[in-house]
T-cell receptor, first 114, second 113 residues
Framework: EAGVVQSPRYKIIEKKQPVAFWCNPISGHNTLYWYRQNLGQGPELLIRYENEEAVDDSQLPKDRFSAERLKGVDSTLKIQPAELGDSAVYLC????????????FGPGTRLLVL | GNSVTQMEGPVTLSEEAFLTINCTYTATGYPSLFWYVQYPGEGLQLLLKATKADDKGSNKGFEATYRKETTSFHLEKGSVQVSDSAVYFCALSKIQGAQKLVFGQGTRLTINP
């Protein structure tokens, strides 16, 4: 069984530029999560999807961040414009449904904003 | 609110040494507790979990016991290997409409041959 796939693995951009990250969860997993992991810290939840609906986006900085999961499968997280403080690893995870304790994580996208 | 505190790293040990990584938590109610491991270049993987007080989670020689009285979930392994070098994250999960993971800051472990 394929795991959670993320791309790109690394991205370097200049500040004020836009950037997008893509995630393909494990087949059949209805719940999808985006986390941000700052250097030396644990992941922090940005947004959670149940199928195509964003049901917890309280930690998403909505002035510059957006996300979508149009068909309830793949998801894209976008930052526009990027700021220096957005440099971090962006992790995608999925689980069967919202009540399942075990989340499966992708390898992450490491973003560096110059 | 819910939070997790881990012992600060990095931790460096010799092969076959005994490992303890401390983890304490603050939560209302009765969370489930987890240890995740992140090997270099890979995503987080669930290492073990415990869902109620006095439960012991174990996997790959690692163990952790859910201690409600001390609000702790310390990770232990009797004899570490070079391949155990990774970053270890303690986490808790509470149902707040859905399972919501809260992570500690992580502890980097390096095992020297």
């Amino acid at each position: 069984e394929a795991g959670v796939v993320q791309s790109p693995r690394y991205k370097i951009i200049e500040k004020k530029q836009p950037v997008a990250f893509w995630c393909n969860p494990i087949s059949g997993h209805n719940t999808l999560y985006w986390y941000r992991q700052n250097l030396g810290q644990g992941p922090e939840l940005l947004i959670r999807y149940e199928n195509e609906e964003a049901v917890d986006d309280s930690q998403l900085p909505k002035d510059r961040f957006s996300a979508e999961r149009l068909k309830g499968v793949d998801s894209t997280l976008k930052i526009q414009p990027a700021e220096l403080g957005d440099s971090a690893v962006y992790l995608c995870a999925s689980s069967l449904d919202r009540l399942q304790e075990t989340q499966y994580f992708g390898p992450g996208t490491r973003l560096l904003v110059l | 609110g819910n939070s997790v505190t881990q012992m600060e790293g990095p931790v460096t040990l010799s092969e076959e040494a005994f490992l303890t990584i401390n983890c304490t938590y603050t939560a209302t109610g009765y969370p489930s507790l987890f240890w995740y491991v992140q090997y270099p270049g890979e995503g987080l993987q669930l290492l073990l979990k415990a869902t109620k007080a006095d439960d012991k989670g174990s996997n790959k020689g690692f163990e952790a016991t859910y201690r409600k009285e001390t609000t702790s979930f310390h990770l232990e392994k009797g004899s570490v290997q070079v391949s155990d070098s990774a970053v270890y994250f303690c986490a808790l999960s509470k149902i707040q409409g859905a399972q919501k993971l809260v992570f500690g800051q992580g502890t980097r472990l390096t095992i020297n041959p």
